[in-house]
């Protein structure tokens, strides 16, 4: 035998040895499961580096065209072969996030991602399994040797023991074939009759068609009702695991004095206003009252800061404590911060900052930074709430930020005197003055100077979203310098005493919020701008002295896939959040004003409603609409409603001048609506006039009253449905 000889045999001996090894029941089970994206609608996926990509793209070619047997196509894409998207995104956002960022773009729940790798360690392919897991994609690996990362990340790994990569990949080629080689099998049998039926129907049409040539054309056939499906709904990217996804908040924590007293006179010998009397009330302030506020609406919630240990940052503890925010503290080589507002007639006279400089952050050293990291590495999203004060510079911090950012969204609400944000950021909000600090421009509080601030923001650290909050006019979302950005306007009227205190904060913890829940920048934003104008005009800070409702039993009734806190709409559109409509009664009632809520369906609304709304909005300070969502009306009313979905009812209901805010229910009674409500009136159409109202035992022991109104004779929901049936 010569060395030759010798030197292949070793080589056929290795890759016999290999194959014998290979999980063939995997193989062929992954076979079976690709040969049901056909019907299911779902897509593979596929990505892998040199060899590797080679073997990638043979797989998608087979699948989409045809391994041995005639079949119909199965959608199948690998990514390598994108040749701009791979160019674009490498030179943009480095090589590592070349397949990631596809599979963000193209990856749906219940999608298939295969990742091909020799050794099962390339960060590219790490990523996108990462990426893939955020988006609900089922995740597999053909690898070489294990145990190795890309094998232990992904769902379900076949792995290669070979010492030689071209070993590695040949075997990957055998499994490739071994794959489409099981989908024929799956799928031919069901092809097979499909395509007889086929032909028939194609030799039927030929033959027509021949009649025909020379004879007058017939009119075409009217297409049936069935001939093209229902646009597909928007989907979501599901970017987050739990109903409820843990929230990181970062940043600089300091405690606020709010001293309110009174103004009846001026100083004799100073032109100065004297403020007498009044109370001192203390609460968490900077990223701190980020954190509680977020926790407020329903989510755990852990702050990464730095406090100093002394006397003030042990009160700031308890009030972290009692707010059920967990604290983690890379320590502060100094006091903590105080901050403390004069306010009289509801307004800000003065603010005192008795502690300018900043002292060294990270003085609990290595063991804080690492319990960060395992903070960040779990969380759903991220707020980074810098205040300039040193916790978001931190080198050590920063790197962990980066690496958790490519993770999760993170939501960076910035300061003038603070860091850039990290790479990999999702959205940066700086309000109108900052952004204009920023980005060293001029310019008033109009609206197309606040759009070229946002423009200047996204040239100084994008590309990065960037939600600029106008103050009561709402926020600007700009997704692309060159593209026309959203404005948002705000939907609740701030009092003239309003304090806006927190709302920036508010809206940066409920915008992170709701992009870890997986809804679009554009919902986010819009959620963001009603929940934090709730918040205002609910008292801002003022609220922080109510306990808050405890967040429902059952998390679906207010979260979900397209659904978050706070949002109240079973269906994820933009209207008034639950909870906000919560605040406006609350609101409305600590002035002294009436409540009054009215409930019901309004599947298709008409000419009654607009009346019986009418009527009840004069009865009172403000009207919430207690709405059935889809499941509830479903169950009063049967399979066949509602006509129209909960977050367009919702809509179409806040555009009327007569309502307030609506308020969707998820239960068969509006009962845990009126609770959180509490009206002073509770109105019912006139159609029950003599009869026992169900809500009325409740309204009364809430302190409130209830009452019927007149309504318009000949107008229902059911009426007008059965009319255009019969049309």
């Known amino acids: 035998m010569t060395a030759d000889t010798s030197t292949a045999t070793e080589y056929l001996n290795q890759l016999t040895t290999a194959l014998s090894e290979i999980d063939l029941s995997r193989v062929a089970n992954w076979g079976s499961r690709l040969a049901r994206l056909r019907g299911e609608g779902q897509r593979l996926l596929v990505a892998g580096n040199g060899g590797s990509a080679a073997e990638a793209q043979h797989l998608t070619a087979e699948l989409v065209g045809r391994f041995r047997t005639e079949r119909s196509p199965i959608s199948a894409l690998a990514l390598h072969a994108e040749t701009s998207s791979v160019t674009a995104i490498s030179n943009d956002y480095g090589y590592e996030e070349v397949f990631a960022r596809q599979v963000r773009a193209h990856a749906r729940p219940g999608d298939i991602v295969l990742l091909m790798s020799g050794s099962g360690r390339s960060p590219n392919l790490l990523r996108a399994a990462e990426a893939a897991r955020e988006a609900g994609a089922v995740t597999w690996a053909l690898t070489g040797p294990a145990p190795n990362p890309l094998a232990t990340l992904v769902d379900e790994a076949v792995t290669v023991t070979a010492r030689s990569l071209s070993t590695v990949q040949e075997c990957h080629l055998v499994a490739v074939h071994l794959m489409c080689a099981a989908v024929d099998a799956a799928v031919t049998p069901r092809d097979a009759s499909a395509t007889k039926a086929a032909a028939r129907d194609?030799?039927?049409?030929?033959?027509?068609?021949?009649?025909?040539?020379?004879?007058?054309?017939?009119?075409?056939?009217?297409?049936s009702s069935t001939s093209s499906p229902e646009p597909a709904r928007e989907r979501r990217p599901a970017t987050a695991r739990k109903a409820r996804p843990d929230l990181v908040v970062v940043g600089d924590a300091f405690l606020d004095h709010d001293h309110l007293g009174r103004v009846e006179r001026v100083a004799s010998d100073e032109p100065?206003?004297?403020?007498?009397?009044?109370?001192?009330?203390?609460?968490?302030?900077?990223?701190?009252?980020?954190?509680?506020?977020t926790a407020r609406q329903g989510y755990p919630v852990t702050l990464v800061t730095a406090l100093g240990k002394d006397a003030v940052g042990d009160r700031l503890r308890t009030l972290l404590d009692e707010a059920r925010v967990e604290v983690v503290d890379l320590g502060l080589d100094g006091s903590t911060a105080v901050k403390t507002r004069i306010r009289a007639a509801g307004r800000t006279l003065m603010m005192l900052d008795e502690h300018d400089v900043c002292p060294p952050v990270g003085r609990e050293g290595e063991t804080a930074l690492a319990a960060a990291r395992r903070a960040l590495t779990a969380a759903g999203g991220i707020l980074v709430s810098d205040y300039g004060r040193g916790v978001a510079a931190h080198a050590g911090l920063r790197a962990v930020l980066a690496e958790a950012a490519r993770r999760s969204p993170l939501v960076w609400d910035p300061h003038p005197r603070g860091a850039?944000?990290?790479?990999?950021?999702?959205?940066?909000?700086?309000?109108?003055?900052?952004?204009?600090?920023?980005?060293?421009?001029?310019?008033?509080?109009?609206?197309?100077?606040?759009?070229?601030?946002?423009?200047a923001v996204w040239g100084a650290w994008g590309p990065v979203q960037v939600a600029l909050t106008r103050h009561e006019h709402g926020a600007v979302l700009l997704t692309d310098?060159?593209?026309?950005?959203?404005?948002?306007?705000?939907k609740v009227a701030a009092g003239r005493k309003a304090d806006p205190c927190g709302a920036g904060d508010f809206f940066a913890g409920h915008l992170a919020a709701m992009l870890a829940c997986g809804r679009l920048p554009s919902e986010a934003v819009t959620s963001a701008v009603a929940a934090a104008s709730a918040y205002v005009a609910a008292g801002g800070p003022r609220s922080l002295e109510h306990s808050p409702e405890d967040p429902p039993d059952d998390d679906s009734a207010m979260t979900g896939p397209a659904t978050g806190?706070?949002?109240?709409?079973?269906?994820?559109?933009?209207?008034?959040?639950?909870?906000?409509?919560?605040?406006?009664?609350?609101?409305?009632?600590a002035r002294g004003g009436t409540v009054v809520a009215a409930g019901g369906c309004f599947d298709l609304l008409h000419i009654g409603h607009i009346q019986l709304l009418e009527q009840a909005r004069r009865l009172g300070d403000c009207l919430i609409v207690c709405l059935n969502s889809d499941d509830s009306l479903s169950r009063l009313k049967g399979p066949s409603r509602p006509i129209v979905p909960a977050a367009q009812r919702a809509l179409v209901l806040e555009a009327l001048a007569s309502v307030d805010a609506v308020l969707?229910?998820?239960?068969?009674?509006?009962?845990?609506?009126?609770?959180?409500?509490?009206?002073?009136?509770?109105?019912?159409?006139?159609?029950y006039s003599g009869m026992e109202i169900p809500e009325n035992e409740l309204v009364s022991s809430l302190g409130g009253r209830t009452v019927v109104v007149p309504f318009v004779a000949g107008w229902s929901t059911s009426s007008l449905i059965e009319s255009a049936r019969t049309r």
Do not use: Y
């Open 664 to 687: 969707v229910f998820d239960e068969d009674t509006p009962e845990a609506a009126i609770r959180a409500l509490r009206p002073s009136v509770w109105v019912k159409g006139g159609d």
């Open 202 to 223: 194609t030799t039927a049409t030929e033959a027509a068609a021949t009649e025909s040539v020379g004879s007058t054309p017939s009119a075409a056939p009217p297409l």
């Open 272 to 293: 100065a206003l004297v403020v007498s009397g009044g109370s001192t009330h203390m609460r968490p302030g900077g990223a701190a009252l980020a954190a509680v506020l």
């Open 565 to 589: 806190p706070m949002t109240g709409l079973s269906s994820g559109g933009p209207a008034a959040a639950a909870h906000g409509a919560v605040e406006l009664a609350d609101a409305v009632r």
């Open 420 to 455: 850039a944000p990290v790479a990999h950021t999702a959205v940066v909000t700086p309000n109108s003055r900052e952004a204009r600090v920023i980005a060293s421009l001029a310019g008033s509080d109009t609206l197309s100077d606040d759009v070229e601030a946002a423009r």
């Open 481 to 490: 310098a060159d593209m026309p950005p959203l404005v948002v306007p705000t």
